[in-house]
């Protein structure tokens, strides 16, 4: 080979892969592309905890017997109705007719049975076994008929009914729903190339209302500067849980975008270890929440984006108590609480998973415990090394979590949980709550609940952790909040 | 040569039983629980421990050791903790964009360093050779991730011609696969091609100065035939040692760009892994790597002796 001709090789290498001028534009859009942060594992809610596996397939390829809508409400799904019986014991579900599975078999109320069976059983392997725990057993009435009986009144059954890891899936597709998901959904699985993308398609059949998209792409870009790059470059039409909050102002700047600023039910904490000393003394840990000024972790951390949380419980939930005031910054009154426990020269370690709130929030949190007189000593750990040191080994002193499940007050009343806390008054609210159906009841039992691990300073209760996304301007209908792990995609359209 | 291959086929072998025990010994040390990982931290304890039996973490180490040795030796890889499908399978996905790219850049590096270097050679101190070693020095400092969104913030952002990033799958075609694979791998060739450069202008100087180019260019031929017929060849070893390791470089070190590119390479496959504590793949894939480096190098000692004949000599 000459000089020459190497030097035309060359060339004409980088000519074949960059000179392609740009995509024609389509007239009028029917599909949309999605960003997301994490890629599922699997595509299974049944069988796995990862947010990203209902980000696909909540809504959109599955369906429960009841479903959550954009408000965090309870909707009838699968279910189209129900009947409670006086005892709150038997729940009675009429089914949806005509609905079908994605590979052509009907829905029946055998199904409902089989879901409902296989995710209670012993050998199940649903993260969320303990949302099925009181059932007693499961009938069949008829085809379109489905009897629940539990075995003692459960006021939040419907609720946990709309949960993805409750949805409804067929016996003979069940075992392969981890790499080829089979629903009853307004979309269909397509494609899944791993490690860049899952496409869903429009199901014909769907029992609903049509959806106005014909193919959903969910693309997985977790680097927040090529999720800015592909957002920018067009390749992307939404990315509904935007990783990096530094780069909204220049979305908000730019006409083509618009920015949504939800909420999620992500409450984040300052979690305490309840019974490694000095923390089993409630006067430490109110120090340490009198040392905390929220708003300057909201703002150094998420940009500002963020609402201040003074107890376990998501603000935009109608039960919700503002405790904020209980545990105000206030470094003096935290210094003389640290005197009045004989506490001196403290330090404490403080263990930070991977996201950047936990990183960036956790540092705020040292200089601000600093000030008070405490130190702290800060390990960064990744998530795998959270959950057996922290989660399981219980091996920590402080560390900041989001807990991102919907109404996940109750962990407050599980035994040996990573905090530790436990306590017996705390239990008999959360088992009043449980056997509780009068909704008045219930909400005054969840604002007694509330109220009581803030009085105990359980945790420092920090934010509830925004949920920023963008979108092309044009591209409506996506959920403003999170009330659950979701983007459900049937009633997003292009505007024209 | 027979001799030869086999005393290196059996320290290849000793190398990948070594390798395969410090690997898996790595990986048991780490903390972490894969089931616990997959389950979250609101999951119940029952349907974790059903999990992990499941996934046999149960078993003790030896055994778990040997069941992975004995299942490599049959090409099987086992199965993914977390995607649940054929580690085989995944790995084969990866390596379709991890190889390709790796060539790709590889034969951009290796078509502007050769001319380049050896244009700076024969022409030394000229402004030619000035300006090579200039842009070389620049390509050698700059970090390829940050080369790489330069050339997404022009080519993507700004001039719209690609996509940012991704894959569209070699079913989409070969010119849009080709297509999403060139920003990659410019980036990945900028940094290599300076190096390879200079190592070929050096090692091409050396040559030339080598008594029988005297006698070369005594003969009666001139500069570039000389340098055509005789220095280029013998010039050629410490490039081909470089190509080598640039190869298995670019393998097993393209997860910075893969990510800056989000594309779905090997490199991404580890990192993924290992955060989720899916120790089959990690394991699988690392043992894999091992395995192409020593092969590659392998082939970069058999390409010394054709460019060579007194090596091949030596050893026979």
Do not use: C
């Not at chain 1, 992307?236 to 979305?251: K, S």
């Amino acid at each position: 080979m000459t000089r020459t001709s190497i030097a035309a090789a060359a060339v004409s290498i980088l000519a074949l892969g960059l000179a392609f001028g740009p995509a024609p534009a389509l007239a009028a859009r029917t599909d949309a592309s999605i960003g997301m942060q994490l890629e599922p594992p699997n595509l299974d809610p049944t069988g796995g905890a990862a947010a990203a596996i209902d980000e696909v397939v909540y809504a959109n390829v599955f369906e429960g017997l009841t479903r959550f809508g954009a408000d965090g409400s309870i909707l009838p799904a699968l279910a189209e109705s129900w009947e409670i019986s006086e005892d709150g014991l038997t729940y009675t579900f009429k089914l949806r007719s005509g609905a079908k599975f994605h590979d052509g078999s009907a829905f029946d109320a055998e199904d409902v049975k089989f879901s409902l069976n296989r995710a209670r059983a012993d050998d199940s392997t649903n993260a969320q076994k303990a949302l099925f725990a009181d059932i007693a057993s499961v009938e069949v009435v008829d085809p379109a008929t489905v009897k629940v009986t539990l075995s003692k009144p459960n006021g939040s059954f419907l609720f946990n009914m709309a949960w993805g890891d409750a949805v409804i899936v067929a016996p003979e597709t069940a075992a392969d729903n981890a790499a080829k998901p089979v629903g009853t959904g307004p979309f269909a699985f397509g494609e899944w190339v791993k490690g860049d993308r899952v496409d869903l398609v429009r199901n014909p059949d769907y029992w609903g209302e049509p959806v106005k998209l014909e193919k959903v792409t969910f693309k997985f870009i977790s680097d927040p500067t090529a999720a800015f790059a592909a957002m920018m470059a067009g390749d992307l039409d939404a990315y509904p849980a935007f990783p990096a909050p530094e780069n909204l102002t220049q979305f908000e700047a730019d006409p083509r975008f618009a920015v949504i600023i939800g909420s999620s039910e992500g409450e984040t904490i300052l979690a305490m270890n309840n019974k490694k000393p000095p923390l089993d003394d409630i006067r430490v840990r109110q120090a340490i929440t009198h040392a905390i000024d929220r708003q300057a972790i909201i703002d150094g951390a998420l940009f500002g984006y963020g609402t201040p949380i003074g107890t376990h419980f998501a603000p935009h939930n109608p039960a919700y108590v503002d405790l904020t005031a209980q545990s105000a910054y206030d470094p003096e009154k935290s210094k003389a609480l640290l005197a009045e426990a004989g506490v001196s020269d403290l330090t404490l370690s403080l263990k930070l998973p991977p996201p950047s709130y936990a990183r960036r929030g956790g540092e705020i949190i040292a200089a601000q415990l600093r000030e008070v007189g405490i130190n702290t000593e800060i390990t960064n750990v990744e998530w795998a090394q959270w959950l057996e040191d922290v989660f399981k080994g219980k091996n920590f002193d402080l560390t900041v979590i989001s807990h991102t499940e919907p109404m996940d007050i109750g962990i407050y009343a599980r035994d040996d949980y990573y905090f530790q806390y436990a306590d017996p008054d705390f239990k008999k609210i959360m088992d009043d709550l449980a056997n509780a159906t009068d909704p008045a009841k219930r909400t005054e039992l969840m604002q007694a609940a509330q109220k009581k691990i803030a009085d105990d300073y359980v945790n420092a209760y920090l934010f509830q952790l925004p949920r920023t996304g963008v979108t092309n301007v044009k591209l409506k209908g996506l959920w403003p909040n999170s009330p659950t792990q979701a983007n459900d995609m049937t009633g997003v359209y292009w505007e024209e | 040569m027979t001799a030869y291959l086999l005393r290196r086929f059996v320290s290849l072998s000793l190398s990948l039983v070594a390798a395969s025990l410090v690997i898996f010994l790595v990986m048991e040390v780490v903390p972490g629980d894969p089931a616990s990982f997959m389950m979250g931290i609101n999951a119940d304890p029952e349907a974790v421990a059903a999990l992990r039996l499941q996934m046999g973490l149960d078993e003790p180490l030896p055994l778990r050791y040997l069941g992975w040795v004995a299942g490599l030796l049959q090409g099987d890889f086992g199965v993914s903790y977390t995607y649940r499908v054929p580690v085989s399978e995944l790995i084969s996905e990866r390596v379709m964009i991890s190889l390709p790219l790796t060539l790709y850049a590889l034969a951009l590096s290796t078509l502007i360093a050769f001319p380049a270097g050896i244009i700076a050679a024969a022409r030394r101190n000229s402004a030619a050779d000035l300006s090579v070693m200039g842009a070389t020095q620049l390509g050698v400092a700059i970090p390829n991730f940050w080369f790489a969104m330069i050339l997404v913030l022009i080519f993507a952002v700004n001039l719209r011609w690609v996509s940012a990033g991704g894959f569209p799958g070699w079913d989409a075609g070969f010119v849009p696969a080709l297509k999403a694979l060139t920003l990659p791998a410019i980036a990945l060739a900028l940094p290599q091609a300076s190096i390879l450069a200079r190592v070929m202008r050096s090692s091409l100087i050396d040559t030339l100065d080598e008594d029988f180019m005297r006698t070369a260019r005594a003969k009666g031929l001139s500069r570039g035939q000389a340098l055509w017929r005789h220095a280029l060849r013998n010039a050629l070893i410490p490039v081909l040692t470089i190509i080598g390791l640039q190869f298995s470089f670019l393998l097993a070190g393209g997860i910075i760009i893969e990510n800056v590119f989000y594309l779905p390479g090997l490199g991404r496959l580890v990192f993924q892994a290992i955060t989720q504590r899916d120790l089959i793949v990690v394991r699988s894939v690392v043992i894999l790597l091992v395995f192409a480096v020593i092969v590659v190098t392998f082939l970069v000692d058999l390409a010394y002796a054709a460019a060579d004949p007194r090596l091949r000599r030596h050893r026979r």
